[in-house]
């Protein structure tokens, strides 16, 4: 027994008297609030796509279907110049459609992030559009507005009242 803690003797409680420490007592962290007290830096910041991994994802579907077309055209037997020619026009072509491809965000899947945030963005951009908001539009910026000049008018309230009372 040390410092007041336990049994005073083990004998006749059925223990052996080992006081262990109590791991269930929750003590405080050291970071009081786990977000950050600055609002400002609490906006919300729309994740930016990774341009060679939408590069990479679309060069993988043309060659998955160029494979897929070799393989056919090995399979029945076609010369292999012919072969060449055909999966070259077919990566041609599939190369330019996906050039000028504007996907939308239907169809993707939950781990196509990168697609899923350029459909996202596409979105946005948009509905800013068609709602006619300025892009250096900032979030909440009314409010802020309107506080300054509600302050202002009670400056000069203040200023005019002080002139009166010069005056008279």
């Known amino acids: 027994m040390s410092s007041n803690v336990g049994l005073t003797t083990p ?3 059925g223990t052996s008297g080992y006081v262990q420490r109590n791991l269930s ?6 970071n009081v609030a786990p977000y950050p007290k600055d609002f400002d830096s609490i906006k919300h910041r729309q994740r930016q796509p990774d341009k060679e991994i939408l ?3 679309r ?5 998955v279907k160029v494979y897929d077309l070799r393989d056919k055209l090995e399979d029945e037997g076609v010369d292999e110049d012919e072969i060449e020619t055909q999966t070259e026009a077919l990566r041609k072509k599939l190369t330019a459609q996906t050039d000028g491809d504007k996907t939308t965000g239907r169809g993707l899947k939950p781990h196509q992030v990168h ?9 946005s951009e948009k509905l800013r559009k068609a709602l006619g908001i300025r892009e250096d539009y900032e ?7 309107q506080e300054e000049r509600l302050r202002d008018a009670t400056l000069d309230r203040f200023k005019e009242e002080e002139r009166k009372g010069d005056g008279s």
């Open 59 to 63: 060069a993988r579907e043309v060659e």
């Open 55 to 57: 590069a990479h994802d």
């Open 25 to 30: 007592q929750l003590r405080p962290r050291d």
């Open 11 to 13: 004998r006749g409680s």
């Open 115 to 123: 697609e899923l945030a350029r459909a996202k963005i596409e979105e």
């Open 139 to 145: 979030e909440g910026s009314h409010w802020k507005r």
